[in-house]
């Protein structure tokens, strides 16, 4: 069945979908600046803990420089018709400062653990402040599912 074709979902339904989504997949792409505002974007692997996505890369790269130096990113999944857009809070931690269980399931769920790199390698908190998820332009009335870190529903 087509996007187009599929009924308007509520936004109780879409805040499933969105939470279903971040407990099966595997990549995000991930959207920071520099403090010139130039613009960087990369894909990610992640791990959500029910409150937060946990990132990890290495803290000298761009992403790592601007995530660690700005606190704040722009998190989106799926494709121009089925789209999930989180604007979140960065905090830091270095692979020793990392809670073990954010670790552990971010292991878990990649196959990678960033804290046995030999290169340095950063976990990065993202907490979510506002969210919007929509598919196709008939949704998009109602897309924003969370502000200031509160769900609207």
């Known amino acids: ?15 499933r979908d969105l939470l279903d989504r971040l407990e099966r997949e595997m ?7 520099d403090a010139e505002g130039l613009p960087c974007l990369v894909p990610l692997s992640f791990v959500w803990d029910g409150e937060a996505v946990w990132l990890a890369t290495r803290p000298a790269n761009p992403t790592g420089r601007n995530l660690r130096e700005g606190g704040r990113t722009r998190l989106a999944l799926g494709d121009t018709r089925d789209v999930v857009l989180i604007d979140g809070e960065v905090e830091t931690y270095g692979a020793r400062e990392v809670p073990p269980p954010a670790a552990e399931a971010f292991r878990e769920k990649t196959g990678w653990d960033p804290r046995a790199e030999r290169a340095v390698h950063a976990f990065f908190r993202v907490r ?4 919007q998820a929509w598919h196709g332009v008939r949704e998009m009335p109602e897309r924003h599912l969370m502000r200031d870190g509160i769900w609207l529903m």
């Open 1 to 15: 069945m087509k996007i187009t074709e599929l009924p308007q979902r509520s936004r109780e339904q879409r805040r």
């Open 27 to 33: 990549d995000v792409w991930v959207a920071s600046a």
């Open 128 to 131: 979510p402040r506002a969210v």
